[in-house]
């Protein structure tokens, strides 16, 4: 009982960092679990200091929900929630929206732990495949995201953005010369510009309703499998975000309920986490902050595997309360603050961060990342052609270009 005790209490650490990560613009888990092995360095017992990096990157993935649909401030693999999540906001339905990305991310949690014994036997057998097709797929995956626009004009100025963003990857990612260009890349490409189109809008928010619309057994199903699909996606093919995969299988399967969206990105970025703790067991491999934290403690066994799992599922629970909890708090006070005072002020606090950070490099990275992020926005396409900023030189790397 002892035992159990005090690995909870590990966990609940993890919990409080990871609502720090998810509300804080420009605070990822990320960089707090690399921080964090710091101290597992210094005082040992690598095992409880695994159960903090789980516990605060599953949290992190529900309490993202909040900035994301509330403010528009995304991560590096959240920002697909944005668009749908602010079409709810404005119609005082936010509070909703963030409940739809909890049940799909906790479904997503549930599903991806029961899938783990499928999805094992499919690495093993099909791994060698899926890395010869990554090219292949990475190169569909654009041409599907330009199809998808509704006439030859949108799809020209969506190739204009992909080349942007592609282009600017492609002299940032492999450069010597910015120590994490992906932070800033992200953050200027889907946040600040979007929280700089915000400034032209409403001063306010409208009033956020708490009525609860309830979802037939058939979507949270519907949701939760694609979802899982849509992890599985995300896991094998590097580049690939949650924002690609979620309208890949949508326009697939001919879905357009922006609900059914919000429950599978959340699934997908729940189950992704659970995925990646499962490749770095199978092949030693990580996909993802998380898991590159657990390969730096040397936690590679099938125990760890299991008691991360469980520990994953805790966490969930916990992150769906909590993220309910501080969402109510958020939707009460949303309506009564200047939106506008509120994005110039986060735009400010997120230039700082960068300059802190990373100084000049990464505020130029940050500035022009701003820049090409606005184009979509000034054009009317889709914001996801944006991510070419990581499909493009991964498809260069794969394809065998020096980078």
């Not at 899982?228 to 093919?237: E, F, K, Q, T």
């Not at 890949?248 to 997908?268: D, E, P, Q, R």
Request: with cysteine; charged share 10%.
């Amino acid at each position: 009982m002892k035992h159990l005790t005090e690995e909870l209490l590990w966990l609940i650490l993890g919990w409080l960092l990871g609502v720090v990560a998810g509300l804080l613009p420009g605070i990822h888990a990320n960089t707090i679990s690399f921080l964090l092995l710091g101290f597992a360095a210094n005082t040992g017992q690598p095992d409880k200091w695994a159960y903090v990096v789980v516990g605060m990157n599953i949290v992190q993935a529900f309490v993202d929900f909040i900035p994301n649909i509330f403010l528009g401030l995304p991560d590096s693999e959240a920002f697909a929630s944005l668009l749908p999540g602010h079409r709810f906001l404005a119609k005082g339905k936010g509070l909703y929206a963030v409940r739809l990305g909890i049940i799909g991310a906790l479904s997503g949690s549930l599903l991806a732990a029961l899938l783990f014994p499928l999805f094992a036997g499919f690495l093993a057998k099909a791994l060698d495949f899926v890395e010869a097709i990554i090219p292949l797929a990475l190169g569909l995956v654009l041409v599907s995201l330009v199809a998808g626009e509704r006439d030859w004009k949108k799809r020209g100025q969506a190739v204009a953005v992909i080349a942007l963003a592609g282009g600017f990857g492609l002299l940032t990612l492999p450069s010597s010369a910015f120590a994490d260009p992906l932070f800033p890349a992200i953050t200027g490409l889907f946040g600040v510009a979007g929280l700089l189109n915000g400034l032209r809008g409403e001063n306010r928010v409208p009033e956020q309703l708490d009525g609860i619309s309830p979802l037939k057994p058939k979507n949270l199903l519907e949701g939760g499998v694609l979802g899982s699909l849509a992890a599985g996606i995300v896991a094998l093919l590097p580049a690939i975000g949650p924002g690609e995969a979620s309208y890949l299988l949508m326009k697939l399967f001919k879905k357009t309920s922006a609900s059914l969206y919000l429950i599978i990105v959340g699934c997908i970025n729940a189950a992704n986490l659970l995925f990646s703790f499962l490749f770095l067991y199978l092949l030693g491999k990580t996909r993802t902050g998380a898991a590159a934290a657990l390969e730096r403690l040397g936690l590679l066994d099938a125990p760890t595997l299991v008691a991360v799992t469980g520990a994953s599922l805790v966490s969930a629970a916990a992150g769906a309360w909590l993220c309910l909890w501080l969402a109510k708090a958020a939707a009460k006070k949303i309506s009564q603050v200047n939106y506008r005072s509120l994005n110039a002020g986060v735009i400010c606090f997120l230039g700082a961060i960068v300059f802190l950070l990373q100084g000049l490099p990464g505020l130029l990275v940050l500035v022009v990342g701003t820049a090409i992020g606005l184009v979509p926005l000034a054009f009317g396409v889709r914001r996801a052609h944006a991510m070419s900023y990581l499909m493009v030189p991964t498809l260069a790397y794969y394809l065998g270009f020096p980078g």
